[in-house]
């Protein structure tokens, strides 16, 4: 066994989907898509981040959900992992909290070239849809990771976490 003086797996230049993946674990994460005029977005917990030489993110989507439809007519979206402070904001977008005037207008949102983004969120991802296929209630939805932000942990923002139907902070 070798013991290093720094974590072994840190690197100089370390993979930005690698990184974005280790914050996405049990995170709750917002998905929109669209432009100003045709915008839609969804609170999602049910994901994952596949590495590789096309990292992708694969998630579960609402078949119904307004933003499965937007993604698929744009191809594109947002993938941005909320922070403690955006509990109501994480409600708003699930669609159990009222959001007057749509879910939309509770938060700040840029425009990016993957459809509006949280201009809270820290992290983040632009993501193109790849492909599809129904699972149980859902519909699996693979995304090709292709622009990732990292935000600095330090920031004083805690992470939204969800488990067994509560959130908790990060």
Do not use: C, K, N
Request: charged fraction near 25%; proline fraction near 6%.
């Amino acid at each position: 066994m070798t013991i290093h003086s720094t974590h072994p797996f840190a690197e100089a230049d370390p993979d930005p989907a690698r990184r974005f993946r280790g914050r996405a674990g049990g995170a709750v994460t917002l998905w929109t898509a669209g432009d100003v005029d045709d915008r839609a977005g969804l609170t999602v917990t049910s994901l994952m981040v596949a590495l590789g030489p096309e990292p992708a993110v694969l998630a579960l989507l609402d078949p119904d959900s307004d933003l499965l439809e937007v993604l698929r007519d744009t191809g594109r979206g947002v993938v941005q992992l909320l922070a403690w402070a955006d509990r109501q904001l994480a409600e708003a977008f699930a669609g159990t909290a009222p959001a007057p005037g749509g879910p939309f207008r509770q938060a700040e949102f840029a425009a990016t070239a993957y459809g509006p983004r949280l201009a809270t969120a820290r992290t983040w991802a632009g993501v193109r849809l790849r492909d599809e296929r129904p699972v149980g209630w859902s519909v699996e939805v693979t995304a090709a990771i292709e622009q990732v932000e990292i935000g600095d942990d330090e920031a004083g923002s805690e992470a939204l976490l969800h488990r067994r139907g509560r959130f908790h902070r990060g």
